[in-house]
């Protein structure tokens, strides 16, 4: 954040203080100008404004401020730094680098009236130019770029709000982010450092429908239960159903260029995690520490409340700044639970008339406002890029019925539930294959015909039917026994079975079938179908239901996950398989 107190404007005094939120009289403000409350300056919101009263929300611990200290205006709404810097690096809700308070307050939590500029401001950079004198650029533009990590080319470009014009200057060299890099005619001066309203999108010519999906190499999402580049996923996790392990595999394997994640409010000890874990995360695809594509905004619950209600505003806009770059980002909020409880306190602190569980009435606004700024975009400059937005949901005692879930699940179009039953049976991801949906399945289509194979559609709606089948088969177990089934279901039932190991079941820790590209997704499905088909033609031909399952072959489908070249052990599976099923008869 970058008020300065340059800006100030007309001060009043403190009226009143209830936990986050502070009263003000006197004040000269505006909905949403940052204001600095008390003699410490604790950074703070304006949200209500009621004749002389102004109500604030405050960033910050108010304990120990009181009524006649001092409220300054910066006449500015909540902003947040945009350049390079911002990738590698892990902010608070308000984007104050955490490393920075740290070494300020010798302590990331505590951390009142310390303000700190979202990105580095005495950090120089080699500014590598794309246009020439004589061009002429439009707000969007690319006039250069930067090295920004080992894996990210940062795009220098021209503000959004810019009037654009001729470029009269432009160099070459090392240059702080507040150094002008390019000069227009109209002599205006584009330096790398732009500030945006968290609060507001920045702007694109069109969100056009995604057509691409966001690969994740996890055979149960990209087979199944695919979310586009662009698309908006939630998923629930309740306390040990593998929630962190699955964020995690999202953050390293899907194929974003950017990961924005947002840990708003946990348990204080979970963000901790988090925050020492990602650090040590690698790119699987380039070797490089996974955080040189990412940026970190961790929010812990020991955090102030408004704070936490800030935060995903933090980190979409940055994730829409790399968006305008034309890159695609992938934004994980985690946990959005939270941050409507949040919301929940601040609007019990106002009085406000309280919705569906204390819940402000404006919760599926806000969360409707949130997942609106994910899509597929074209860009002001001509580019495209995408944001997608997967928020975790932690319903409490995994009730789904809950208001957070209830309408997030009205807004996002995949689902990724959670199952603490599946994490207990040791079933890996525990993704509830029964509740979850995709909307995005049928759009995504096409580029898995033409990427992976033509009948991608098919075999997956088998697989969905064989999976249907045997939630039905086991009612039917649990009464009456295996046994009492006729052949062709108990075969069903060993279909479904390796579906669920050999498909579904994924090892997070092993070092091959941690990803599982598309190609190879496909053809585990398609080795399980040759054992389906020609085991119904063994069972068709009258073979006893004991000798068609129990075939040397059929365990070996297992086996497929671990494999590297998995492409010659298809191969010979497919035609094991089929040789020995048909030796029977
Ligand atoms: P949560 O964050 O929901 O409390 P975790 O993500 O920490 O749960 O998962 C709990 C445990 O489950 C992990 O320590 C790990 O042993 C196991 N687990 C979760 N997901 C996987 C997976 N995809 N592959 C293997 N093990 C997993």
């Given amino acids: 954040m970058s008020q300065t107190a340059q800006t100030v404007r007309e001060d009043g005094i403190i009226a009143s203080v209830s936990g986050p939120v502070v009263t003000a009289r006197d004040l000269d403000a505006r909905m949403n100008d940052v204001v600095y409350v008390g003699d410490e300056g604790l950074m703070g919101e304006v949200i209500e404004i009621e004749g002389d009263i102004t109500t604030i929300q405050v960033y910050e611990e108010t304990s120990g401020i009181g009524p006649g200290e001092p409220v300054e205006n910066t006449g500015e709404p909540l902003t947040v730094d945009l350049g390079p810097g911002l990738l590698d690096t892990i902010y608070d809700g308000?984007?104050?680098?955490?490393?920075?308070?740290?070494?300020?307050?010798?302590?990331p939590y505590l951390d009142r009236g310390v303000d700190a500029p979202g990105i580095e401001l005495d950090e120089t950079w080699e500014f590598e130019p794309e246009v020439a004198e004589g061009d002429v650029v439009e707000p969007g533009d690319v006039v250069g770029v930067v090295e920004e990590t080992v894996t990210i080319d940062h795009k220098v470009m021209v503000p959004p709000d810019s009037e654009g014009g001729e470029v009269v200057a432009v160099e070459s060299g090392e240059f702080t982010v507040e150094e002008t890099v390019v000069e227009l005619d109209s002599g205006e001066e584009i330096r790398m450092r732009q500030e945006w309203p968290v609060r507001e999108a920045r702007p694109t010519v069109e969100k056009k429908t995604p057509r691409t999906p966001l690969v994740s190499g996890q055979r149960i999402l990209d087979g199944l239960f695919p979310i586009a580049k662009g698309g908006t996923a939630a998923i629930p996790g309740p306390f040990g159903s593998g929630k962190t392990v699955t964020q995690h595999q999202l953050?390293?394997?899907?194929?974003?260029?950017?990961?924005?994640?947002?840990?708003?409010?946990?348990?204080g000890n979970e963000m901790t995690e988090v925050i020492d874990d990602f650090p040590e995360l690698e790119d699987p695809s380039t070797g490089n520490p996974l955080m040189a594509r990412t940026s970190l905004i961790a929010n812990t619950s020991n955090m102030p409340v408004a704070a936490r209600e800030s935060c995903v505003y933090t980190g979409i806009t940055i994730a829409e700044f790399y968006r305008d770059m034309g890159y695609d980002v992938a934004l994980m909020a985690d946990s959005t639970s939270r941050w409507a409880e949040a919301m929940r306190e601040i609007s019990s602190r106002l009085e406000e008339m309280p919705g569906e569980e204390g819940y402000p009435a404006y919760l599926a606004a806000r969360l409707s406002q949130f997942y609106e700024r994910a899509g597929y975009f074209q860009n002001i400059n001509g580019t495209e890029g995408s944001v997608s937005a997967i928020g975790a949901v932690s319903p409490p005692g995994g009730d789904f019925s809950e208001p957070v879930t209830q309408n997030t699940l009205r807004i996002v179009?995949?689902?990724?539930?959670?199952?603490?039953?599946?994490?207990?049976?040791?079933?890996?991801?525990?993704?509830?294959?029964?509740?979850?949906?995709?909307?995005?399945?049928?759009?995504l289509d096409p580029w898995f015909q033409e990427e992976v194979s033509e009948d991608w559609p098919e075999v997956r709606q088998w697989a969905v039917d064989v999976l249907d089948e045997e939630t039905e088969l086991q009612e039917i177990v649990q009464l009456v026994g295996k046994d009492a089934l006729p052949e062709d279901q108990q075969l069903t039932l060993e279909v479904a079975r390796y579906l669920r190991e050999a498909y579904l079941q994924q090892n997070a820790f092993h070092p091959v079938d941690?990803?599982?590209?598309p190609e190879k997704t496909y053809l585990t499905l398609t080795t399980i179908k040759t054992f389906n088909d020609e085991a119904f033609?063994?069972?068709?031909?009258?073979?006893?239901?004991?000798e068609v399952i129990d075939v040397d072959a059929a365990p070996q489908i297992n086996r497929i996950g671990v494999q590297e070249d998995y492409e010659e052990f298809i191969e010979d599976l497919k035609s094991d398989l089929t040789e020995e099923l048909r030796s029977l008869y």
Wanted: with cysteine.
């Fill in 94 to 107: 308000v984007q104050r680098p955490l490393d920075v308070l740290e070494d300020k307050m010798g302590s």
């Fill in 251 to 267: 953050a390293k394997y899907a194929d974003a260029d950017i990961i924005v994640y947002v840990g708003c409010g946990e348990r």
């Fill in 413 to 443: 179009k995949t689902f990724w539930a959670l199952d603490a039953d599946l994490a207990e049976r040791r079933h890996f991801p525990s993704i509830n294959w029964n509740e979850s949906y995709s909307l995005y399945r049928e759009q």
């Fill in 514 to 517: 941690t990803y599982c590209p």
């Fill in 537 to 546: 033609d063994a069972l068709d031909a009258g073979v006893p239901i004991e």
